[in-house]
């Protein structure tokens, strides 16, 4: 028979860990939104699902396909009359010459080279319109609904256009592609005699700052992409035509990490409970936490938590199996959840064992009898479980 407790947490009784947090920032932008990287909850949104031209971000959407289509980023492309005159921001490529797709990744991430973008899509899809096919079935994967692109560079075109709400989602594939997370990461780098300076002022303003990607033109205005991390925490921010994008996402990080900071709701391997085990001379095995769980939270919000448990188990019992499961949830939405698994290994001593298991399991009965299961464990620290 399977047990279920509901508790509810009250996180404000963290005293000293969870902080008051910091006043909602005003924004010149026109949209925005600041999202949670691991947990995709969003903390703070405006006009997010405003559809608008994002300039340069697109190549956001070029590096993340480009890394997927050709994982060699050692393949040598080489560079086409036709890719050197995309005007705007520039890699200054030359006809004929050979680069590899790493060095192109720069020049398109670091320089926001127009041409760069060109020789990507051309170099890993054999013509651009095809590679802008790709962009787009990529950006229907990932459910961003509210996004086109017209081409891989984000020059000023009526039919390349996003949302901040999609280009966060977006962002979020991009950091958990370890190459191209390096990449926009750097601030300089030099490819062949070429010197290259990442375009993004928050790598240098903001600590913690591990990019994304700027953008300009004058449809667009100035628009902006980035992240950064703290006490293992990774935050998005997004904002489209912001003429001040420098101060506003380091007031959106700000805000983020002072008032949902990340809470460990449970720590991999921490015993929970002990369950009665019947066929063994053993009385109880304990049962451990699967997986860690982590949710951004501020002081005031509560978490409920539904535990599902056996009240007793039989024996042979086989450490690492599943035993139950905890279920976060805030809201009445589901947050995070993790099994509960035998911490273990735990044999059946009834076969071959007479009398002696029985007169024993007897006793036991009568002793487990007028003792409760134990409970489970609260932790009044910042690890609840």
């Not at 947090?21 to 949209?31: Q, V, Y």
């Not at 958990?176 to 990461?185: D, P, T």
């Not at 304990?286 to 002081?299: A, F, H, K, N, R």
Request: glycine fraction near 8%; include cysteine; proline fraction near 4%.
């Amino acid at each position: 028979m399977k047990r279920v407790w509901a508790l509810v947490l009250w996180l404000a009784v963290l005293a000293g860990v969870c902080p008051a947090g910091a006043a909602t920032p005003t924004l010149s932008a026109k949209s925005a939104i600041l999202m949670d990287a691991e947990s995709g909850r969003v903390l703070y949104a405006y006009q997010a699902e405003e559809e608008r031209p994002i300039a340069s971000t697109t190549k956001l959407m070029t590096a993340l396909v480009a890394l997927e289509s050709t994982p060699d980023l050692e393949t040598v492309i080489k560079v086409q009359p036709e890719w050197t005159t995309a005007g705007g921001s520039s890699m200054y490529l030359r006809a004929g010459e050979e680069l590899t797709l790493r060095e192109l990744l720069y020049g398109l991430m670091l320089s926001s080279g127009n041409d760069a973008a060109l020789a990507v899509a051309g170099g890993c899809a054999g013509d651009v319109e095809t590679f802008v096919e790709w962009m787009n079935r990529r950006a229907r994967d990932l459910g961003m609904e509210h996004t086109h692109f017209s081409n891989p560079n984000g020059l000023e075109d009526e039919g390349n256009y996003s949302t901040a709400r999609d280009m966060a989602r977006l962002a979020q594939v991009c950091l958990a592609n370890e190459k191209l997370r390096e990449i926009v990461s750097t601030k300089t780098i030099t490819v062949g005699e070429r010197s290259l300076v990442n375009h993004n002022k928050l790598l240098w303003r903001y600590e913690g700052c591990i990019g994304l990607k700027t953008g300009y033109t004058d449809l667009a205005g100035r628009t902006l992409v980035s992240a950064a991390e703290r006490d293992g925490q990774t935050l998005i921010a997004v904002t489209l035509f912001d003429r001040n994008d420098w101060e506003d996402h380091a007031a959106l990080f700000d805000y983020g990490f002072e008032t949902y900071p990340r809470q460990l709701l449970a720590r991999a391997g921490k015993e929970f409970t002990r369950i009665p085990v019947e066929g063994s001379l053993k009385r109880y095995v304990p049962v451990v936490t699967y997986g860690e769980v982590s949710y951004p939270l501020t002081q005031a919000e509560r978490v409920k938590v539904r535990i599902v448990l056996p009240d007793t188990v039989e024996a042979p019992v086989e450490q690492g199996a599943i035993a139950g499961e905890l279920c976060f949830s805030l809201d009445g939405e589901p947050i995070g959840s993790t099994y509960l698994v035998y911490g273990q290994s735990v044999e059946d001593d009834r076969a071959g064992s007479g009398g002696l298991f029985s007169r024993l399991q007897d006793l036991w009965k009568g002793e487990t009898a007028s003792a409760p299961i134990p409970e489970p464990e609260i932790w009044m620290e910042r690890v609840l479980f």
